[in-house]
């Protein structure tokens, strides 16, 4: 199996809203990352877990909060978001961090923020 | 400053005829990727080239690697209308030994392959 999923695939909430993000892969990979990627342009790293640790925070803003509960899943907690958040979302996974990996992308989760 | 810099931003061209997408980048890598990503969905790993290779092949396509240069590129031969893609080079930037462990993505190219 070598998938990520992630749900869900769209998300449309408000600035006063909580939500979470799923994702979800069985390759035994112990790297997971969270990207934001705005419309024609690259993804920005967000967050990476490693061995179900957060090794990165790319200075996030606190409304979005990850977690890790074992090694084959990622969430991201959503609050008080704004307009601006609006934009996919994308986990990935890889092998292990010694050295970059190739990183295997689930699908995305569309966000639009009201 | 963006690690990877990609040019063309955007490249139309008919079927069977061959891609090119250069990628620059200004730090000490470990290695570079490339990815593909269809519209609006999640990104496809196509091939990862180490600092100490200089071409890489994988089916129609090509990667080179000039780490004096800083710069790689990706060869699309005989391209179909299926090819039609966003196509992104990913660079770990590494310092001192180690690796930051993490990817930093170039600014893409948008190919578009008429039938």
């Known amino acids: 199996d070598t998938e990520v999923t992630q749900t869900p695939k769209h998300l449309v909430m408000g600035m006063t809203n909580k939500k979470s993000l799923k994702c979800e892969q069985h390759?035994?990979?112990?790297?997971m990352y969270w990207y934001k990627q705005k419309a024609k342009k690259p993804p920005e790293l967000m967050f990476v877990?490693?061995?179900?640790?957060?090794?990165i925070n790319e200075s996030v803003p606190s409304r979005f909060s990850p977690e890790c509960p074992n090694s084959s899943l990622l969430n991201l907690h959503l609050h008080a978001l704004q307009p601006e958040d609006s934009a996919l979302y994308l986990c990935?996974?890889?092998?292990?961090?010694?050295?970059?990996?190739?990183?295997?992308f689930g699908p995305g989760t569309r966000l639009t923020v009201l | 400053s963006q690690q990877g810099e990609e040019d063309p931003q955007a490249l139309s061209i008919q079927e069977g005829e061959n891609a090119t997408m250069n990628c620059s980048y200004k730090?000490?890598?470990?290695?570079l990727q490339w990815y593909r990503q269809n519209s609006g969905r999640g990104l496809v790993h196509l091939i990862l080239?180490?600092?100490?290779?200089r071409e890489k092949h994988s089916g129609r396509l090509r990667v080179t690697l000039d780490t004096s240069k800083k710069s790689s590129s990706l060869l699309i031969t005989a391209s179909r209308a299926a090819d039609t893609a966003s196509y992104f080079c990913?660079?770990?930037?590494?310092?001192?030994?180690?690796?930051?462990?993490?990817?930093?993505f170039g600014q893409g190219t948008i190919l578009t392959v008429h039938p």
């Open positions: 730090t000490s890598i470990n290695n």
């Open positions: 390759m035994g990979h112990r790297a």
């Open positions: 080239i180490r600092s100490n290779e």
């Open positions: 990935a996974s890889s092998q292990g961090t010694a050295y970059t990996d190739t990183q295997y």
């Open positions: 990913a660079t770990d930037a590494y310092a001192g030994g180690t690796s930051y462990g993490k990817l930093t």
């Open positions: 877990y490693s061995y179900e640790k957060l090794s």
